[in-house]
């Protein structure tokens, strides 16, 4: 598999791994690197740990969460820093883009003025003209006018737009997109990711829609039960996959003009379980053979799994 060579990846986490304050071992050892420039997406079922990443990566756990292993953003240990630095890399260093941009807007603003805040929380303030600048430089029509109404005035793609806008406002280099496009319709959401790519940051893309990862990706990790099983270049590991449980997902994607596919069977198992004694995905897995109850498989050339091989 191709990734950032060693030592230049702009996001390096290794043996990441998030405990919360009821025992859910959400991630349990994850390594994944992202280039400048480059759009990782990390993809799976619903639990298997995707945000967790992102917040243990953006440092915005809940209290109590326990973080081990490494997350280095531009070669800097963010692992046990403590508050303070976080909150001088979150803006700067590390931006982050919200599945609902209007969440991420307070209503009683003009729009222009909670972009303006991504300075102002660093003691800033924005250049002339920057906020509509930006804000028709990521496709927003007559941003003048735009960026001096509240946000319930803008549609729901316009204003990850201006989502985007206020992530990128300082320059990181490092974007952290956690569904960024899931309450937009289709043609939205590949404008919006292109807008995305265009910033030229390192993008970490958290989605479940892997049609819109082959799309918008330039690699993609894909997360079960709180660990990578896959990784590989988009257009590869999602036409050509080798892990059972990416095959599986595959095949359950809905085609036109064909009968609806059968769901995977089966759940994933409860972040609440002790360790692993083998793979997480054998009860699920249509290939399991005897030795995959040994160990939990380590990856190899960029699959955990033994009937890959
Ligand atoms: N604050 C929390 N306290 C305890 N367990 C949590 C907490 N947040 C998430 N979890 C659990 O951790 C596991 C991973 O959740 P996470 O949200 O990271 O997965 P995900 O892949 O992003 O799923 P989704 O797409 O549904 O957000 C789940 O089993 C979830 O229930």
């Not at 969440?103 to 991504?118: H, W, Y």
């Amino acid at each position: 598999m191709s990734g950032p060579r060693a030592g230049t990846a702009e996001l390096d986490v290794g043996g990441l791994r998030v405990t919360y304050r009821n025992g859910a071992a959400a991630v349990r050892g994850v390594d994944l690197a992202v280039g400048a420039g480059e759009v990782l997406g990390l993809v799976g079922e619903s639990g298997s740990g995707k945000s967790t990443v992102a917040r243990a990566v953006l440092g915005l756990l809940p209290r109590g969460a326990a973080v081990t292993g490494n997350i280095r953003v531009g070669g800097r240990e963010l692992v046990g820093a403590d508050p303070r630095a976080w909150r001088a890399v979150r803006g700067d260093v590390i931006g982050y883009v919200g599945q609902d941009p209007f969440a991420a807007f307070d209503p009683r603003l003009k729009v222009g003025a909670s972009i303006a805040e991504a300075w102002r929380a660093k003691g800033r303030t924005p250049p002339a003209g920057a906020i509509p600048e930006r804000l028709a430089a990521l496709g927003v029509p007559d941003a003048d006018a735009a960026a001096r109404r509240r946000p319930h005035t803008w549609s729901g793609g316009m204003l990850q737009r201006a989502a985007i806008a206020a992530a990128t406002a300082l320059a990181p280099t490092l974007v952290v997109a956690d569904e960024p496009t899931s309450a937009l319709d289709a043609g939205l959401a590949d404008a919006t990711l292109a807008h995305l790519r265009a910033t030229g940051a390192a993008v970490l893309l958290i989605t479940h829609d892997l049609r819109l990862a082959a799309r918008h990706t330039d690699r993609v990790a894909v997360m079960y039960a709180g660990r990578i099983v896959e990784t590989g270049d988009s257009g590869e590991a999602l036409s050509r996959p080798r892990h059972p449980y990416t095959q599986a997902l595959l095949a359950a994607l809905p085609r036109p003009g064909h009968p609806l596919p059968e769901p995977l069977p089966g759940e994933p198992p409860s972040p609440r379980r002790g360790a692993d004694a083998g793979c997480p995905f054998a009860p699920r897995c249509r290939r399991v053979r005897a030795e995959c109850s040994d160990d939990v498989p380590a990856p190899i050339d960029g699959v955990a799994c033994v009937a890959a091989r």
